[in-house]
């Protein structure tokens, strides 16, 4: 969901969404630089529902802020391995709709596999082998 919203907002953002975005993702990525993970993550909300509000998708935009909700209040924050916000912005910007679908592709990933690291992210993906399988895995 992520990518379509970032293809979506690169054909339809206009400059002043872009540099919209551009002060959102500057900001993130330098309280992500200071260590500040709770405001980091208050911002970061904000520009994920910016691309999908610009993409004009609020189904996508629902998504996203459903699968945020987990995401950002269960991973634990270590700012050398932050998936960074301004190359999706730069990406955006070139109006590409391939650019900004590769560089949001990137940024969750990193964001997934940092995730997956932490225990947090251990336990859920338990849980959610668990209802696929229907036992208890240890």
Do not use: Y
């Not at 391939?98 to 964001?111: F, I, K, P, V």
């Not at 992210?121 to 229907?134: D, K, M, N, W």
Request: a negative charge; one cysteine or more; aromatic letters at 2%.
């Amino acid at each position: 969901l992520e990518v379509e919203s970032a293809r979506r907002c690169a054909r339809a953002a206009g400059p002043a969404d872009v540099e919209r975005l551009r002060r959102q993702a500057e900001r993130i990525d330098a309280l992500m630089s200071e260590n500040r993970p709770e405001e980091s993550r208050a911002l970061e909300w904000g520009f994920h529902e910016a691309v999908a509000e610009i993409a004009g998708c609020p189904i996508i935009r629902e998504e996203i802020e459903r699968s945020l909700v987990v995401l950002l209040t269960r991973m634990e924050f270590d700012p050398a391995k932050a998936s960074r916000h301004v190359p999706i912005v730069d990406a955006i910007a070139t109006g590409d709709p391939e650019a900004a679908e590769r560089a949001m592709r990137r940024h969750c990933e990193g964001a997934a596999t940092q995730f997956a690291e932490t225990k947090s992210g251990r336990q859920e993906a338990v849980r959610a082998l668990e209802s696929i399988s229907g036992s208890v895995m240890t």
